[in-house]
């Protein structure tokens, strides 16, 4: 099992911070895939890397892929209440996504 | 277009008992997966039908185990229940079987407590 270590597990932070976590592998990735998990709700796909040193945004997200294709982070700006939730990071297999544990984040206002 | 359904929202069980959940898959999509979620942990493929026939299977013991239907919906059944069969349940559809890395759509999940 190639397994995909995330860090921070938690983080708690205040309105309008920038936080940045991170998902790493001592494996290469064909691509890899960054998910939200809000409470109550299942993982919503934000976003699909597949290149090394690939960087795509989204608003306030910024994804990075590592250029080895070993890790990945997700920068957010000015972070809001509505940021909360537990953000996964997942690489396909034959058939199968593998998750990480997660961070999860918690913005207060 | 209606997304991914699941039923029931949650469940309790007690332990040795079967239990049956389900999924409604997302109209036009013709794979479905199922994940266990642990409480703190991120989600663990079960397994994954395409097209009425498994199509990979994670680290689970045979007592887990799922059907799909011609209309793409699906089950997945679980029995002699263990207490760390607690947890969120997860199903998950797409177009095309997984190997090609089609984008996953998630139902809200299935919460089955075992006691």
């Known amino acids: 099992t190639q397994l995909l270590e995330q860090s921070p597990q938690f983080l708690s932070i205040q309105e309008g911070e920038n936080l940045t976590v991170y998902c790493n592998s001592s494996s290469v990735f064909s691509s890899l895939q960054w998910y939200r998990q809000e409470p109550g709700e299942g993982p919503v796909l934000l976003v699909t890397v597949v290149t090394g040193g690939e960087v795509k945004k989204l608003k306030r997200l910024t994804f990075q892929f590592g250029d080895a294709r070993k890790d990945s982070s997700l920068h957010i700006t000015a972070a809001q209440p509505g940021d909360t939730g537990l953000y996964l990071c997942a690489r396909w297999g034959y058939s199968t996504l593998t998750f990480g544990k997660g961070t999860m984040l918690l913005v207060s206002p | 277009e209606t997304g991914v359904t699941q039923s029931p929202t949650h469940l309790i069980k007690t332990r040795g008992q079967q239990v049956t959940l389900r999924c409604s898959s997302q109209?036009?999509?013709?794979?479905v997966s199922w994940y266990q979620q642990a409480l703190g942990q991120g989600p663990q493929f079960i397994f994954q039908?395409?097209?009425?026939?498994?199509?990979g299977r994670g680290n689970f013991p045979p007592r887990f185990s799922g059907l799909q239907f011609p209309n793409y919906s699906s089950e997945l059944n679980v029995n002699a229940l263990e207490l760390d069969d607690s947890a969120l349940y997860l199903c998950?559809?797409?177009?095309?079987?997984?190997?090609?890395?089609?984008?996953?759509?998630f139902g809200p999940g299935t919460r089955l407590t075992v006691t």
């Open positions: 998950a559809s797409s177009r095309g079987s997984g190997r090609a890395n089609y984008e996953q759509y």
């Open positions: 109209s036009g999509h013709n794979t």
């Open positions: 039908y395409y097209r009425e026939e498994e199509n």
